[in-house]
């Protein structure tokens, strides 16, 4: 889908302010989904602002952290700051601790491709203890089943939540937020607004700046071992945007990998393999290992893996994304050179059970094709 971009007469944040401003003129409940990291900060501090201004009401609103077990310290102790700020001026604050699901994108090798936050039968190698406050059980929650995208939405049902997505994060962001303004809808199914959802990454790290917003030291300690900006990324340490980190940050926290190895055996891998085929890597490290090597060809790689469904994905998950990704394998066959070949066989074995990476592929390739047919007829 082709999405134009329009200039608009206001900037960002005051755009922002309107749809939150919006959203409590409602009346209803608002619930605020909060995790600590810049762009949750940047929601929270215009939030924040608007409250303080006597703008929005703060006895509607309930944040809401699930707290995902396997985080960075100074990640906890930044939530635990907001906490107090948010039930200080009246706001209520709701902190998780589930047994939910999460991708662990070490457990790739043992076809598990879930991770139970929390894990009672694992009490004893939890990466963290949750604090006392934390709500480790709900009514509505299917515990050990659900997903947090699952558990969220049932106890918000009778409100609005704003989260602080945005589509320069991902092209899949953009799509979907594109279609549903081109409806003419500013609200998801689930009842999700999106008051950032145009914010650019220069919009994020400037309003935390003008703000004099406090950030958790893993974005700097992040930027200090070289991470791009546009690479900041922080989630739950089995997450592939977190992985990538784990080795680097043991310098900053040296006890940190004891204790995830500990929890998660597998996560070893990122320290022997990270720079590697099996995640999908592309460093200057990953080509200095392989240089001499001939050129693999990938294009008989994906034919050898497509060949034993049953015996390369044993999961039903997997066969699903495996078949989702031969089929487009299959339609672009006649277009893709190695390299395009090679990006589909790396989302496939490092693992894409939200289809995110096949989204993206699907998106580039195609998208090369169109450029090329179009400067071919001269268009």
């Known amino acids: 889908m082709a999405i134009k971009r329009c200039p608009a007469s206001i900037?960002?944040?005051?755009?922002?302010?309107?749809?939150?401003?919006?959203?409590?003129?409602?009346?209803?409940?608002?619930?605020?989904?909060?995790?600590?990291?810049?762009?949750?900060?940047?929601?929270?501090?215009?939030?924040?602002?608007?409250?303080?201004?006597?703008?929005?009401?703060?006895?509607?609103?309930?944040?809401?952290?699930?707290?995902?077990?396997?985080?960075?310290?100074?990640?906890?102790?930044?939530?635990?700051?907001?906490?107090?700020?948010?039930?200080?001026?009246?706001?209520?604050?709701?902190?998780?601790?589930?047994?939910?699901?999460?991708?662990?994108?070490?457990?790739?090798?043992?076809?598990?491709?879930?991770?139970?936050?929390?894990?009672?039968?694992?009490?004893?190698?939890?990466?963290?203890?949750?604090?006392?406050?934390?709500?480790?059980?709900?009514?509505?929650?299917?515990?050990?089943?659900?997903?947090?995208?699952?558990?969220?939405?049932?106890?918000?049902?009778?409100?609005?939540?704003?989260?602080?997505?945005?589509?320069?994060?991902s092209v899949q962001r953009l799509q979907n937020v594109a279609t549903m303004l081109k409806t003419g809808k500013n609200i998801t199914t689930k009842h999700q607004v999106f008051p950032l959802y145009d914010w650019t990454n220069n919009d994020v790290w400037l309003y935390l700046l003008k703000e004099k917003v406090d950030i958790p030291e893993i974005y700097l300690f992040l930027w200090q071992s070289g991470t791009r900006k546009g690479q900041l990324?922080?989630?739950?340490?089995?997450?592939?945007?977190?992985?990538?980190?784990?080795?680097?940050?043991?310098?900053?926290?040296?006890?940190?990998?004891?204790?995830?190895?500990?929890?998660?055996?597998?996560?070893?891998?990122?320290?022997?393999?990270?720079?590697?085929?099996?995640?999908?890597?592309?460093?200057?490290?990953?080509?200095?290992?392989?240089?001499?090597k001939g050129e693999k060809d990938y294009k008989a790689a994906l034919l050898e893996l497509f060949s034993d469904m049953d015996g390369n994905f044993q999961t039903k998950r997997k066969r699903y994304v495996a078949e989702r990704y031969r089929n487009f394998f299959i339609s672009v066959s006649a277009i893709a050179d190695n390299k395009d070949c090679k990006s589909i066989y790396e989302g496939l074995i490092s693992g894409d059970p939200k289809l995110r990476s096949f989204r993206a592929l699907y998106q580039r390739i195609y998208g090369k094709y169109v450029t090329k047919a179009k400067k071919k007829e001269g268009i």
């Open 11 to 169: 900037d960002v944040v005051e755009a922002a302010k309107i749809r939150v401003r919006n959203v409590f003129r409602n009346g209803l409940p608002v619930y605020m989904s909060f995790s600590g990291g810049k762009d949750s900060l940047c929601l929270s501090q215009l939030v924040m602002n608007l409250i303080q201004a006597g703008e929005i009401n703060p006895a509607q609103l309930t944040v809401q952290f699930i707290d995902e077990e396997a985080i960075f310290p100074c990640m906890d102790e930044k939530v635990k700051e907001w906490r107090k700020k948010f039930i200080l001026v009246g706001a209520k604050f709701e902190w998780f601790c589930l047994e939910v699901k999460h991708y662990n994108c070490f457990n790739e090798l043992s076809n598990d491709e879930t991770f139970i936050c929390w894990d009672r039968y694992k009490k004893d190698v939890w990466v963290r203890q949750p604090p006392s406050f934390a709500i480790q059980n709900h009514v509505l929650l299917k515990s050990r089943i659900d997903a947090y995208q699952d558990f969220l939405p049932r106890i918000c049902s009778d409100g609005v939540t704003i989260t602080g997505i945005r589509t320069a994060e």
């Open 233 to 292: 990324r922080v989630s739950q340490f089995f997450s592939i945007d977190t992985a990538k980190s784990l080795v680097k940050m043991n310098e900053y926290y040296p006890d940190l990998m004891e204790r995830i190895v500990r929890r998660e055996p597998n996560a070893y891998l990122a320290a022997l393999y990270w720079d590697s085929e099996m995640f999908g890597r592309n460093t200057a490290l990953r080509k200095q290992n392989e240089k001499g």
